[in-house]
């Protein structure tokens, strides 16, 4: 059976991987991403969400079977509000705004976390601010903190909003989960390897990971699939972690 996905962020890494593995299978997917993309259009500006999704719209009125949120910005972006601005309110209101296409179909959705969300240290003021949905707020306190606290604030957040909403959104017919992907080989990794402030940490972490190497975006996309799939469907409100064991490494008695 074909069936029609959108997802933000499918031009490049584990979102394209995502893509190409759902077109294999036969299934339509439209992308909404900066370049390379079905829709284009910069999801750190407000306006352009909800018009995104408006021409997604246009493009499958018979509605969708799926959404990836899936565009993200690592930890080395400057300044931190875009990375709250893509990384939480992007997939935030992309996929609120998917959410009648969704419901025609009983819809799956699927929001990229990150393992670096459960980081300790987290300034939980900002997280606060963006499961407040309030985007200024969030955006003038992230741009005192480090990057990692940044991005690991922005990925906390989105995690807890999937799990907030998650049981509402399966009464309507809509099933929701996240899934946290550890350090993995693309574009976003590549750039952070080459900063010289968060460079070598993120080398150094990368020598614990417990399967003995960097996830490739396949890996990745192979979890993604499941959760878009029948075959999770009692699968709800969950976080998968897909790091290679390093946050059963970490924090092993937290699940
Ligand atoms: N690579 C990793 O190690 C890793 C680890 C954990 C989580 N993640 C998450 O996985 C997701 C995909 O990241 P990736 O590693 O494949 O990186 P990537 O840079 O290859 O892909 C990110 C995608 O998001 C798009 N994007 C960025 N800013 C955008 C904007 N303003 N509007 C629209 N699209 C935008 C990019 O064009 C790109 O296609 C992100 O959410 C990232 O935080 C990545």
Redesign the pocket.
Known sequence: MTNTFAM????????AAVKEKLRAEGHRVIV????DADVV????KPQARGKALEQVADLAPEGLDGFIA?????PHVQPASLIDR??FF?AVATIEAAMDLLKKKNGVVVA?G???SVLPGLDQNHVQALLDGDEERACELVDTLDGQNAYGGS?NALTRWVRQQAPALMKQGVRMNAVA????T????DRVFEDETYGQAMRDFSQMIPCGEIAS?DMIADAILFLLSPASRYVCGSVLFVDGGQDALIRPDCY
């Not at 933000?8 to 979102?15: F, N, P, V």
């Not at 909404?32 to 370049?35: E, G, P, V």
């Not at 693309?186 to 990794?189: A, K």
Request: aromatic share 0%; with cysteine.
């Open positions: 933000t962020g499918g031009a490049t890494g584990i979102g909404i991403d900066l370049k259009a910069d999801l750190s899936c565009a993200g910005l690592g893509v990384n992007g990229v990150s393992n670096s990925k992907p550890g350090m993995t693309t574009p976003l990794t975006p």
